[in-house]
């Protein structure tokens, strides 16, 4: 079951620079996508999210693009910090549950 | 800020034992989820409950898994008898309500271990 993908495992990145994760899903029966950082042995964090209304949402650094014809989503970070270093997941909801990709390792080195 | 807690961090036990995980959801939250990770692996849904009755589940959630609303505060996965394949890292999550674009928030997590 592959219905979010993330096709890059990692991404390494310049403190200071722009850091672009990105997502496919296959369902358009999605509707709320979410972005989630995680660390290693910790849960979760959740990050920023959109609605399949909208094409972009921004929350200070964080900025989400949807391309619902694409079925594509992007993360953008900027500026890139070395606390960004951490595990980043996309997820897809259209009922109660979320659907989560595999994740892409992000490395903010100095 | 208030957030999911989760009890223990880690457990190990005997393949074929009884595992009780336990979550604290944020309280004013109505919708209960465990999803787990198999390490490697992505994030998987299990569970989902509200009312006191499971909305939805998936394949993993077999007659082997049970949740749990104890009391006002707790919210619990049990797993019957444990299997070697059932390591994994556990997760809770919570919302104020489901789908409609709400938010999930997740608890730190409770790693598994069945020898």
């Known amino acids: 079951d592959q219905q979010v993908k993330q096709n890059s495992p990692s991404l390494s990145v310049q403190e200071g620079r722009i850091s672009i994760l990105n997502c496919d899903y296959t369902n358009s029966m999605f509707d709320y996508f979410l972005w989630y950082k995680k660390y290693p042995a910790e849960g979760p964090t959740f990050l920023i999210s959109i609605s399949s209304i909208k094409d972009k949402n921004e929350d200070g650094r964080f900025t989400v693009f949807l391309n619902k014809s694409a079925k594509h989503l992007s993360l953008h970070i900027v500026p890139s910090q070395p606390g960004d270093s951490a595990v980043y997941f996309c997820a897809a909801s259209g009922t109660d549950k979320l659907i989560f990709g595999t994740g892409t390792r992000l490395q903010v080195f100095p | 800020e208030p957030e999911v807690t989760q009890t223990p961090s880690h457990q190990v036990t005997q393949m074929g034992q009884e595992v009780i995980l336990r979550c604290v959801p944020i309280s004013n939250h109505l919708y209960f989820y465990w999803y787990r990770q198999i390490l490697g692996q992505k994030v998987e849904f299990l569970v989902s409950?509200?009312?006191?009755?499971?909305?939805?589940k998936s394949e993993i959630f077999d007659d082997q898994f049970s949740v749990e609303r104890p009391d006002g505060s707790n919210f619990t996965l049990k797993i019957r008898s444990t299997k070697l394949e059932d390591s994994a890292m556990y997760f809770c999550?919570?919302?104020?309500?489901?789908?409609?674009?709400?938010?999930?928030?997740f608890g730190p997590g409770t790693r598994l271990l069945v020898l």
């Open positions: 409950f509200y009312n006191n009755e499971i909305s939805e």
């Open positions: 999550a919570s919302s104020r309500r489901t789908g409609d674009q709400e938010t999930q928030y």
